[in-house]
């Protein structure tokens, strides 16, 4: 049973940094892809952010530029560094696993298998 369990969530101001962190229980951690979404009071769920099995990146326009995802294969940790905080980015975000071990260049359109509970990210103005 693949548990993908998130931290690091919390209120911070505008203008500023966190960094979310996802331990994942997977045999071959190695061979994923993983991927962050979030959501916004009212709004869907999005993906905004996809790292491949060869640890290529990819991320949504809405966080291009400020958020960089990254794994630690040894550890099997999957990290969201999210800098220029914007009070829009107040999320719940969640790490995802993909079905494959690619990502859609555009992150929409990886399929995906399995979520965390998530991690409250609030962004004060």
């Known amino acids: 049973e693949v548990q993908l369990v998130e931290s690091g969530g919390g209120l911070v101001q505008a203008g500023g940094s966190l960094r979310l962190s996802c331990k994942a229980s997977?045999?071959?951690?190695?061979?994923?892809?993983f991927g962050w979404f979030r959501q916004a009071p009212g709004k869907e769920r999005e993906p905004i952010s996809c790292i491949n099995s060869g640890r290529s990146t990819y991320n949504a326009d809405s966080v291009k530029g400020r958020f960089t995802i990254s794994t630690d294969n040894a550890e099997k940790m999957v990290y969201l560094q999210m800098n220029s905080l914007k009070p829009e980015d107040t999320a719940v975000y969640y790490c995802a696993l993909a079905v494959h071990s690619g990502c859609d260049p555009l992150v929409t359109r990886t399929a995906w298998r399995d979520w965390g509970q998530g991690t409250q990210v609030i962004v004060s103005s």
């Open positions: 997977v045999f071959t951690f190695e061979d994923y892809a």
